[in-house]
């Protein structure tokens, strides 16, 4: 490995968090620019599969972009392989919180995602993507007594509601 390998991982990892950071901000526009015309995705073991970077895009705004729907998705650990100048796979750890405040659920829960990646007029950009959970619970979230969602990036702009 090189310093350009190195460049061109650091590359591979800021578009995979610029991802993730458009999925939990709702930014659909933004994380479009993160595909390839024709990527795959195939999320849940490939339960919910969608070919295209508009049926991704049109999925994941439809299933995740209600102002009742907080996420929070963290990636880490990534091994990232260059496979050629401008191919490359990766494995990427995340843990996940959804709480969706109009069905009174928390849902929490880990995965491994698998990637891969092609680098198109200059740019890296995701061409698959899926991962496969290790775990995932739900609880009810009356069942936790005092449990209030006090500050929402939608509802509250973020900013929290308790007084200090």
Avoid at 128 to 150: D, S
Wanted: proline share 2%.
């Amino acid at each position: 490995m090189n310093a350009d390998d190195l460049v061109e991982l650091e590359a591979i990892k800021r578009v995979k968090y610029r991802y993730m950071r458009t999925l939990d901000q709702k930014l659909w526009d933004e994380m479009a620019t993160c595909f390839t015309d024709d990527a795959v995705a195939a999320y849940s073991g490939g339960k919910y599969r969608y070919e295209g970077r508009e049926a991704i895009i049109e999925f994941l705004s439809r299933s995740m972009g209600a102002d009742t729907f907080h996420s929070s998705h963290r990636i880490h650990q990534p091994e990232i392989e260059l496979t050629s100048p401008t191919t490359a796979t990766g494995t990427w750890a995340m843990d996940d919180v959804v709480v969706m405040t109009d069905w009174d659920l928390t849902i929490r829960g880990a995965a491994f995602y698998e990637d891969r990646y092609e680098k198109v007029n200059g740019e890296w950009k995701i061409a698959h993507t899926g991962y496969k959970r290790t775990y995932e619970e739900m609880q009810p979230r009356a069942a936790v007594p005092g449990l209030k969602l006090t500050a929402s990036w939608w509802t509250t702009g973020g900013v929290s509601d308790i007084d200090a």
